[in-house]
């Protein structure tokens, strides 16, 4: 097992993760930072998943490649387990936001004027 290979795809692996989270849950707060339109909102969200997938995808097979290839004398100083804690907390953080973004109430329904409310125009 080539370590450094290993790390660089597991790197890779963590980036698509991090562009997945962005993508996902955060999408709305970065066009309103850079004051984008709702076009440019779904444009960020399909690209950042694009590029999630892609990146994502190359890693898995960087990882494979130093799976499967011979060890170098200079791997032995490389640590695997920070890059895997990473990726592991990245995953909880995932599936935390998945499941409190099930449970949150939507945009619209925020917004709904309560019964006697007055709306001024």
């Known amino acids: 097992m080539r370590k450094r290979t290993v790390r660089n795809g597991m790197r890779l692996v963590m980036v698509a993760l991090i562009l997945i989270v962005l993508a996902s849950f955060y999408h709305v707060q970065l066009s309103e930072l850079f004051s984008l ?5 779904s444009r960020i969200y399909r690209f950042g998943m694009f590029w999630a997938a892609a990146i994502g995808s190359y890693g898995v097979v960087v990882t494979a490649f130093g799976f499967a290839l011979s060890p170098l004398k200079n791997d ?11 990726i592991t907390v990245l995953m909880f953080l995932f599936f935390y936001l998945l499941s409190s973004s099930i449970e949150a109430p939507a945009r619209d329904e925020q917004r709904r004027v309560r019964p006697g409310e007055a709306i001024t125009i």
Do not use: G, H
Not at 37 to 41: G, R, V
């Open 76 to 86: 032995t100083q490389v640590r695997l387990l920070p890059i895997f804690m990473c």
């Open 37 to 41: 339109s709702s076009t440019a909102e």
